[in-house]
């Protein structure tokens, strides 16, 4: 018996996610920063926000830390292997909440033997174009396990 196709692809770092997460994090330090209260506790909770930022740019924008995904496998059955820059692997399964949309794809996953969810934003930018509608369109039409009709 032949095995489901799947498709792979290689993540590349983002401009469009690190605008993103640069502008969502700017807004929200200064939402805090405005904020009635302790001028420490709104420096304390600022200065988290930063840290946080430069976390997600590295990790989502930039992809250079050792935890982050730099390549997908997806099967047609919707098991997908992330692959991380450390060499690591993660098997887990494409959860019905994924949004699949033209110019932004959520991915939401639960790994094999977790009860916990995460999520993965793919745009535009991050994969070859080709590379990108192909994983949306096997996204829309894969099927969960054999017993679903076709």
């Known amino acids: 018996m032949e095995a ?23 807004a929200t330090a200064a939402l805090v920063a405005w904020l009635a209260g302790s001028a420490a506790v709104r420096a304390a909770i600022v200065i988290a ?27 047609i059955d919707r098991r997908i292997t992330l692959f991380r820059r450390d060499g690591g692997r993660v098997e887990a399964r494409v959860h019905a909440d994924a949004y699949v949309g033209e110019r932004l794809v959520t991915l939401v996953v639960r790994r094999s033997g ?32 054999e017993a679903r009709p076709h």
Do not use: K
């Open 49 to 75: 926000i930063g840290a946080h930022a430069l976390r997600a740019l590295r990790e989502s924008s930039l992809r250079n830390l050792q935890s982050s995904i730099v390549a997908a496998e997806l099967h």
């Open 4 to 26: 489901p196709p799947s498709l792979r692809m290689e993540l590349h770092p983002s401009r469009l996610a690190g605008a993103f997460i640069a502008l969502t994090h700017l």
């Open 114 to 145: 977790s009860w916990r969810s995460c999520a993965l934003w793919l745009l535009p930018d991050m994969a070859a174009p080709d590379e990108l509608r192909a994983f949306r369109v096997l996204l829309r039409m894969g099927r969960e396990g």
